[in-house]
């Protein structure tokens, strides 16, 4: 964070005015893998409500219990039928092997987009938010994300929310730190006041 403060200077201004950010940092495995598909596309509190329904109702959220419980049990515990069939999916995928989350880490991150993404359910928003907050890439840029574009207008005083392409760019003057970036922005969201 320390190297955007000094390096930007819209971030700077943004740092004085709302702080720092809580940090994101999850463990890496199937738990959080699974968590990151519950927080698509729902609020923050929705996502929170369905995850401690799920870890009370399955007694742990591990690939075996997610494969016993099936789609209908997981379904009673909130998850959309389609979250449903892709926990399942991801389950499945982690307890035959051909996907080895272990390997993950190791692995570059374009070979880890492509891994994840190989799995239904899994698009590149889930598999850039494991990959920096699992395994702590620092240079990862979720450009398609609706709030992170949103911060970017409120941040840089853009007239219009900018598009995934138009973010693209706009992410390029924060690398090799976009992932922080990211999280800055996230906060800016949050905290920052509209104007």
């Known amino acids: 964070m320390g190297v955007l403060i000094s390096s930007c200077p819209d971030i700077r201004r943004a740092h004085q005015q709302i702080g720092t950010p809580p940090a994101r940092d999850r463990d890496p495995g199937f738990p959080t893998l699974l968590r990151i598909i519950i927080d698509q596309q729902v609020s923050v509190q929705s996502g929170a409500a369905i995850w401690c329904r799920l870890q009370s109702g399955?007694?742990?959220?591990?690939?075996?219990?997610?494969?016993?419980?099936?789609?209908?049990?997981?379904?009673?515990?909130?998850?959309?039928?389609?979250?449903?069939?892709?926990?399942?999916?991801?389950?499945?995928?982690?307890?035959?092997?051909?996907?080895?989350?272990?390997?993950?880490?190791?692995?570059?991150?374009?070979?880890?987009?492509?891994?994840?993404?190989?799995?239904?359910?899994?698009?590149?928003?889930?598999?850039?938010?494991?990959?920096?907050?699992?395994?702590?890439?620092?240079?990862?840029?979720?450009?398609?994300?609706?709030?992170?574009?949103?911060?970017?207008?409120?941040?840089?005083?853009l007239t219009d929310r900018p598009t995934p392409d138009a973010m693209d760019e706009i992410g390029l003057r924060w690398r090799p730190e976009r992932t922080a970036a990211a999280v800055f922005l996230w906060h800016c969201y949050k905290k920052l006041p509209l104007e």
């Not at 379904?75 to 069939?85: D, F, M, N, V």
């Not at 999916?89 to 880890?112: F, K, P, Y």
């Open 58 to 157: 399955l007694g742990g959220c591990t690939a075996d219990a997610v494969v016993a419980a099936g789609d209908e049990t997981l379904r009673t515990c909130g998850l959309s039928r389609p979250k449903a069939r892709y926990a399942v999916g991801l389950a499945q995928a982690v307890i035959d092997g051909s996907l080895n989350l272990e390997n993950l880490q190791r692995a570059e991150n374009d070979d880890v987009r492509l891994q994840l993404t190989a799995i239904k359910g899994i698009g590149r928003w889930t598999a850039e938010i494991y990959l920096m907050f699992a395994l702590k890439r620092p240079d990862i840029w979720p450009a398609g994300d609706l709030a992170l574009a949103e911060a970017a207008k409120r941040l840089l005083k």
